[in-house]
T-cell receptor, first 115, second 112 residues
Framework: DTGVSQNPRHKITKRGQNVTFRCDPI?????LYWYRQTLGQGPEFLTY????????KSRLLSDRFSAERPKGSFSTLEIQRTEQGDSAMYLC?????????????FGPGTRLLVL | SQKIEQNSEALNIQEGKTATLTCNYT??????LQWYRQDPGRGPVFLLL?????KEKRKERLKVTFDTTLKQSLFHITASQPADSATYLC???????????FGTGTKLQVIP
């Protein structure tokens, strides 16, 4: 399967714990995005990378959230000191930056439940 | 503030009929607009893209219209099938890095 993959698919943690999610984009894609989605809502943009550079962060991304894409390939999203309000689906998407429009390809998401 | 509105209530339709979903936006000048399909527990899947200078786009049983004066897009599925049941998301794209902003989605249920 050459699509976007995310691990783990599900994560249950206790409040205050740290969690880390991984995203493996489509191999030739240079852009990678993280979104958060709660029930009944559309995905909300969190941050994006072009190659290894993090170019934009949403105001939704508090200091407890950090994302990396060290070699311009896979990316990790870490949440420190998790809170119950962090419970959501975390989606990763990748795209190929060209001169025209770009289409984002989404992974299956990581569903986080903070108890 | 920027706002994207989709029918929050589910749309129930009989198999074989045409489903029409609406996406309205305010305080936004998108370069283009996309429609995605999302099944429960899965990530969105891209369906169609329409540019600001295009009125209509078709792909198989799907049709999208884009009226930048009304600030509205309509998404049609003709000859709907139960397999079309899903949540459909409208997404507006603008800005240098092509920031994507999603609507809340409309849940479509096609009844056999």
């Amino acid at each position: 399967d050459t699509g976007v993959s995310q691990n783990p698919r599900h994560k249950i943690t206790k409040r205050g714990q740290n969690v880390t999610f991984r995203c493996d984009p489509i191999s030739e894609h240079n852009r990678l995005y993280w979104y958060r989605q709660t029930l009944g809502q559309g995905p909300e943009f969190l941050t994006y990378f072009q190659n290894e550079a993090q170019l934009e962060k949403s105001r939704l991304l508090s200091d407890r959230f950090s994302a990396e894409r060290p070699k311009g390939s896979f990316s990790t999203l870490e949440i420190q000191r998790t809170e119950q309000g962090d419970s959501a689906m975390y989606l990763c998407a990748s795209s190929l930056r060209t001169s025209g429009e770009e289409t984002q390809y989404f992974g299956p998401g990581t569903r986080l439940l903070v108890l | 503030s920027q706002k994207i509105e989709q029918n929050s209530e589910a749309l129930n339709i009989q198999e074989g009929k045409t489903a029409t979903l609406t996406c309205n936006y305010t305080n936004y000048s998108p370069a283009y607009l996309q429609w995605y399909r999302q099944d429960p527990g899965r990530g969105p899947v891209f369906l169609l893209l329409i540019r600001e200078n295009e009125k209509e786009k078709r792909k198989e049983r799907l049709k999208v219209t884009f009226d930048t004066t009304l600030k509205q897009s309509l998404f049609h599925i003709t000859a709907s099938q139960p397999a079309d049941s899903a949540t459909y998301l409208c997404a507006l794209v603008s800005g240098g890095y092509q920031k994507v902003t999603f609507g809340t989605g409309t849940k479509l249920q096609v009844i056999p």
